[in-house]
């Protein structure tokens, strides 16, 4: 094998050092492990040849006593990652009671080197190397002495949005593309990197200086940090009062003034401060309690947000800075539609902003408003996005099988993925306006599965400790098996088991989950509702505990988001994608798959047996609703919670909805829900200092104890890029 060589098998390059398996069709990506490449690496020495596995389980696993699973799984992991069919294989083919034969054609290929354009000020920080192409299904596991995962989640705790979802995990299709993106090398750098953790980075106009949000442990807030590009040492720009919250940076169009969003406890503000320095002074009150990234008008004159609520959806507005006064823009968007992170092109011609949020994309309307028009067609999770210097196109973050950068030209074309970061995962990208760099978030996580008692008693006791990522739990009615989502095979796998038998714990073979949702258990708990990763997109799937088989269910409407069992055998819930990034939820008779009944502006919802009801939340709106099990007669339950971000954080436990996210002083509490309750009634704190994983509690039927899945290190820098070689195409 050549020095730092890539191997080319099929249409697939396999980098052997980062263990990831790229497609050379569609630049779609997938991590395997060591041993998987290992089998792999036998085959192509005996490309041609029939493989005993008595042959594969000796070379791969000497001096061990393996089990035939390990070679089975080895192998399907292969398959999963050259997309390739067991019944009519291309890559590696199964011969009865002989072992495997390789058919595809091999090559060893000298690794591409990175290439570095530095701009001007240009960190030389240590470098944070970029593969050539992408890594897999659980998302760049690798981070600085530990693997990890998301989105979300994404990059779970990066939930600015309402609705974004953990999300590492989760995928959704992107085709590639050739163009001038594809082919200039980019070099990331670290040039922010701190035990805390700094997020929001946005540079200065002209690309010399940086402005990102960094807690302030001594004085138990979160204030604002001034750099230039080409140094490492950073120094504060704001000033906040003990516990204030200083966050989401953002230069003007000439880079004389920021605007950023101030929290305490007397509320939410919009501040603006000369980029020289100076003291901050009010600009207008946040609209609401979740403020996402804004953008300033081109004049200077007015800054735009989005996610606010108004008669005719969750509309973007424009706080005016000589009145402080909000309004809403002129133009078309729909009752239900969520639009929010807008951003203007820096010629000053356009407006795009995100349209949905867990099956979202990026659209484009005048600067002066009119009817917006779509710019791509993912229906996925959108973490942040920028325009390039020219206007010509725009850079994204996208929660696919990994959390990936993509670059889109406005002329048309695919999306074309960006090189993957191999330590962590690349958020909220921001361009300089008039310079071709690039910073964005670089996310790193590791979380373990814990479970509490509701009464508030005891601590957290861990569950299936683990090194890597455990997202999205989902116990059983009867409490005694938990299913989740985790990357500690170095993929992401369905596992099930029982927590009083930790050694029944197992993975699901032949499901790639999506970790949107919490896997949905059936009341017998015989059976598991699953989002997972299928052809064209993400699907249904249902697993029969015990056997552990796998069934997709053919959903008639597209992009599935979550699904729940209900009081009868032959009805399910589903939700599905009603267009344009807005989510309804059906119900369908079975086994013809028979729409009956639907309800739209539908976030997530529940079956509640006891209530024989069904419980949902509403993106961009707080509350809880109810309807009939035919989906008729629709109340609200709630008013008060849960809130907009945390519209995953309650459950139903014995006909009475309770409340699981954060409320003033506690950051996981437990209460119910209801207008009936009083404003301060009863409430327990689960767990004070720390909040769950976005989406990650489930509580089992009697209520008696809560999985969570929480933060065990959480590390978020700075990354910086050059983009100059794509200047240099555009010219």
């Known amino acids: 094998m050549p020095a730092n060589?890539?191997?080319?098998?099929?249409?697939?390059?396999?980098?052997?050092?980062?263990?990831?398996?790229?497609?050379?069709?569609?630049?779609?990506?997938?991590?395997?492990?060591?041993?998987?490449?290992?089998?792999?690496?036998?085959?192509?020495?005996?490309?041609?040849?029939?493989?005993?596995?008595?042959?594969?389980?000796?070379?791969?696993?000497?001096?061990?006593?393996p089990t035939d699973d390990v070679l089975t799984q080895a192998i399907?992991?292969?398959?999963?990652?050259?997309?390739?069919?067991?019944?009519?294989?291309?890559?590696?083919?199964?011969?009865?009671?002989?072992?495997?034969?390789?058919?595809?054609?091999?090559?060893?290929?000298?690794?591409?080197?990175?290439?570095?354009?530095?701009?001007?000020?240009?960190?030389?920080?240590?470098?944070?190397?970029?593969?050539?192409?992408?890594?897999?299904?659980?998302?760049?596991?690798?981070?600085?002495?530990?693997?990890?995962?998301?989105?979300?989640?994404?990059?779970?705790?990066?939930?600015?949005?309402?609705?974004?979802?953990p999300a590492r995990f989760a995928r959704n299709a992107v085709p590639a593309a050739a163009g001038p993106a594809r082919e200039a090398?980019?070099?990331?750098?670290?040039?922010?990197?701190?035990?805390?953790?700094?997020?929001?980075?946005?540079?200065?106009?002209d690309g010399t200086q940086l402005l990102f949000a960094r807690q302030d442990p001594p004085a138990g807030g979160q204030r604002l940090y001034l750099q230039r590009t080409s140094q490492a040492s950073a120094q504060p720009f704001t000033f906040p009062a003990g516990g204030e919250q200083d966050s989401l940076p953002a230069w003007s169009r000439d880079g004389r003034q920021i605007a950023f969003v101030r929290r305490s406890s007397h509320g939410c503000h919009f501040m603006l401060a000369a980029a020289d320095g100076g003291n901050a002074r009010v600009a207008g009150p946040c609209a609401g309690r979740d403020t996402q990234p804004f953008d300033w008008t081109p004049d200077g004159s007015a800054l735009v947000a989005g996610g606010m609520r108004a008669d005719n959806g969750s509309a973007l507005h424009r706080l005016d800075l000589a009145s402080a006064r909000w309004h809403a823009l002129a133009y078309d968007v729909d009752r239900d539609a969520i639009d929010s992170l807008p951003r203007h092109s820096p010629d000053g011609r356009w407006l795009g902003f995100r349209r949905g949020t867990t099956l979202a994309d990026l659209w484009l309307m005048p600067a002066a408003g009119g009817t917006p028009r779509r710019v791509t067609s993912l229906r996925g999770d959108i973490r942040g996005w920028s325009w390039l210097p020219d206007s010509s196109g725009l850079v994204f973050s996208l929660v696919k099988d990994e959390v990936r950068l993509f670059r889109v030209d406005l002329a048309g074309g695919a999306p074309v993925p960006l090189p993957v970061l191999a330590g962590g995962n690349p958020t909220y990208p921001d361009i300089a306006a008039r310079h071709w760099s690039m910073v964005f978030e670089i996310d790193r996580l590791r979380s373990g599965m814990f479970r509490f008692r509701t009464d508030g008693s005891g601590g957290g006791e861990p569950v299936f400790a683990s090194s890597g990522v455990d997202l999205t739990p989902g116990i059983s009615a009867d409490?005694?098996?938990?299913?989740?989502?985790?990357?500690?095979?170095?993929?992401?796998?369905?596992?099930?088991?029982?927590?009083?038998?930790p050694q029944t714990?197992?993975?699901?073979?032949?499901?790639?989950?999506?970790?949107?949702?919490?896997?949905?258990?059936?009341?017998?708990?015989?059976?598991?509702?699953?989002?997972?990763?299928?052809?064209?997109?993400?699907?249904?799937f249902e697993v029969e505990v015990g056997s552990d088989t796998v069934k997709p269910l053919p959903v008639p409407a597209p992009s599935p988001a979550f699904a729940a069992y209900t009081d009868r055998a032959d009805r399910l819930l589903v939700g599905t994608d009603a267009g344009k990034g807005r989510l309804q939820l059906l119900l369908y008779s079975l086994p013809d798959w028979r729409r009956i009944a639907s309800l739209d502006d539908v976030a997530v919802a529940r079956h509640d047996?006891?209530?024989?009801?069904?419980?949902?939340?509403?993106?961009?709106?707080?509350?809880?609703?109810?309807?009939?099990?035919?989906?008729?007669?629709?109340?609200?339950?709630?008013?008060?919670?849960?809130?907009?971000?945390?519209?995953?954080?309650?459950?139903?436990?014995?006909?009475?909805?309770?409340?699981?996210?954060?409320?003033?002083?506690?950051?996981?509490?437990?209460?119910?829900?209801g207008d009936k309750h009083p404003v301060g009634g009863t409430r327990r704190c689960l767990i004070a200092p720390q909040a769950t994983l976005a989406g990650s509690s489930s509580v089992d039927g009697e209520g008696r104890w809560l999985y969570a899945s929480l933060p065990l290190e959480h590390d978020i820098d700075v990354g910086w890029t050059s983009l100059q070689a794509w200047a240099t195409t555009a010219r």
Request: charged letters at 20%.
């Open 5 to 65: 060589a890539i191997l080319r098998v099929g249409d697939h390059d396999i980098d052997l050092d980062r263990r990831t398996v790229v497609s050379r069709i569609d630049g779609g990506s997938r991590r395997v492990t060591r041993k998987s490449l290992q089998v792999l690496r036998v085959l192509v020495d005996e490309a041609g040849k029939v493989v005993s596995r008595e042959t594969l389980l000796a070379r791969v696993w000497p001096d061990t006593l």
């Open 479 to 501: 409490g005694s098996t938990l299913a989740f989502v985790s990357d500690r095979s170095l993929h992401a796998q369905l596992w099930i088991g029982q927590p009083a038998h």
């Open 185 to 205: 090398s980019l070099q990331y750098r670290a040039i922010v990197s701190s035990p805390e953790q700094e997020t929001a980075p946005r540079l200065s106009p």
């Open 609 to 673: 047996p006891v209530g024989r009801r069904v419980c949902f939340t509403r993106p961009a709106r707080t509350g809880l609703w109810c309807a009939d099990l035919q989906l008729q007669s629709v109340v609200q339950y709630d008013s008060r919670l849960p809130d907009a971000a945390h519209y995953r954080e309650w459950s139903v436990v014995a006909g009475t909805p309770y409340y699981s996210g954060p409320v003033d002083g506690c950051r996981t509490a437990w209460l119910p829900l």
């Open 76 to 165: 399907a992991l292969l398959r999963k990652a050259f997309g390739d069919d067991r019944g009519a294989p291309r890559y590696i083919e199964t011969i009865a009671r002989g072992g495997y034969r390789l058919l595809a054609a091999h090559a060893w290929l000298a690794a591409p080197a990175a290439i570095a354009d530095p701009a001007p000020d240009a960190a030389a920080d240590a470098p944070v190397t970029a593969a050539a192409d992408p890594t897999p299904a659980a998302a760049a596991i690798v981070r600085r002495g530990w693997r990890r995962w998301w989105p979300l989640a994404a990059a779970v705790l990066l939930l600015a949005a309402a609705l974004v979802l």
């Open 505 to 540: 714990l197992r993975a699901v073979a032949g499901l790639v989950p999506v970790p949107r949702h919490p896997p949905v258990w059936s009341g017998d708990g015989r059976r598991l509702l699953v989002i997972g990763r299928g052809d064209g997109g993400d699907r249904l």
